[in-house]
């Protein structure tokens, strides 16, 4: 075996490790582009991120499609919506993300400090529990009593 065989069989190895790592790469940018964009199952997003995702056992109306998107690392998106309303429950680890100047303070039943506003047809509570920030936002036809939403969260297991 001559000093060029063992550069030969060295260069195959370093092109299969390229090409390894540039797959890999791709995969991964494939993944972080088309995955905020999909509809999955609670459960299969549930295996994707680093925190469990509860969602709410009573909604203020009957939604025809359910669905959680991944909204990056460390951030879900659980939808429900129906021809006319739509609530969405955000859940993240990123602490702070939803920066409302005038929020309204409410208690949830465990005595959980919980922030309520309305945005541009979008009414909004937000509440952290256990390093997990969650929000709530409801649109539809018309404004729901903000009752209604504290006891939404009060329904998320």
């Not at 390229?18 to 940018?29: D, E, K, Q």
Request: with cysteine; proline share 3%.
């Amino acid at each position: 075996m001559s000093f060029l065989d063992g550069f030969g069989r060295y260069s195959i190895i370093k092109k299969r490790i390229l090409n390894i790592t540039i797959a890999l790469c791709i995969v991964f940018i494939l993944v972080a582009i088309l995955l905020p964009n999909m509809k999955l199952s609670t459960k299969a997003a549930a295996l994707i991120l680093p925190f469990d995702i509860s969602t709410p056992v009573q909604l203020p109306f009957d939604s025809y499609e359910e669905y959680t998107s991944i909204a990056g690392f460390d951030r879900a998106k659980v939808v429900y919506e129906n021809n006319d309303e739509e609530l969405i429950l955000w859940i993240t680890t990123e602490i702070g993300w939803n920066k409302v100047a005038d929020w309204e303070r409410t208690t949830l039943e465990d005595g959980t400090v919980a922030h309520f506003t309305e945005l541009d047809e979008t009414q909004v509570l937000s509440w952290q529990k256990n390093d997990v920030e969650y929000a709530l936002d409801y649109s539809g036809p018309e404004y729901i009593a903000k009752n209604e939403l504290v006891n939404i969260a009060n329904s998320i297991e």
